[in-house]
Nanobody, 128 residues
Framework: QLQLVESGGGLVQPGGSLRLSCAAS????????IGWFRQAPGKEREGVSC????????NYADSVKGRFTISRDNAKNTGYLQMNSLGPEDTAVYYC?????????????????????WGKGTLVTVSS
């Protein structure tokens, strides 16, 4: 079964940190750019960050730049999103995606039209 499974979401206080994981099964994630998206209540899904298949290229939305770090471990078939200095505006469902496009950051942070597999999402709530 081909799937992506996110984990690591939860409730965190403002200023706190979380590390999201995205584990692939049934296919090799190393062939794909990994993208992270998020969707806040009442808002459209937005691209947050991407990392190239080799891990040598990353891009971030301005809203998370300097606070979030994307990484991957191809040997474990897993991607990660380290999120620091979280604020209420980061509250959203976070989705990882296997993207069959390069991680260039332009014109979109993550080329949604290149997504081949989606995870089901993990909820991140930032609240005191």
């Amino acid at each position: 079964q081909l799937q992506l499974v996110e984990s690591g979401g939860g409730l965190v206080q403002p200023g706190g940190s979380l590390r999201l994981s995205c584990a692939a099964s049934g296919f090799g994630l190393d062939y794909y750019t990994i993208g992270w998206f998020r969707q806040a209540p009442g808002k459209e899904r937005e691209g947050v960050s991407c990392i190239s298949s080799s891990g040598d290229s990353t891009n971030y939305a301005d809203s998370v730049k300097g606070r979030f770090t994307i990484s991957r471990d191809n040997a474990k078939n897993t991607g990660y999103l380290q999120m620091n200095s979280l604020g209420p505006e980061d509250t959203a469902v976070y989705y990882c995606a296997a993207v069959f496009r390069r991680c260039t950051g332009v014109p979109d942070i993550v080329p949604i039209d290149g997504v081949r597999y989606w995870g089901k999402g993990t909820l991140v709530t930032v609240s005191s």
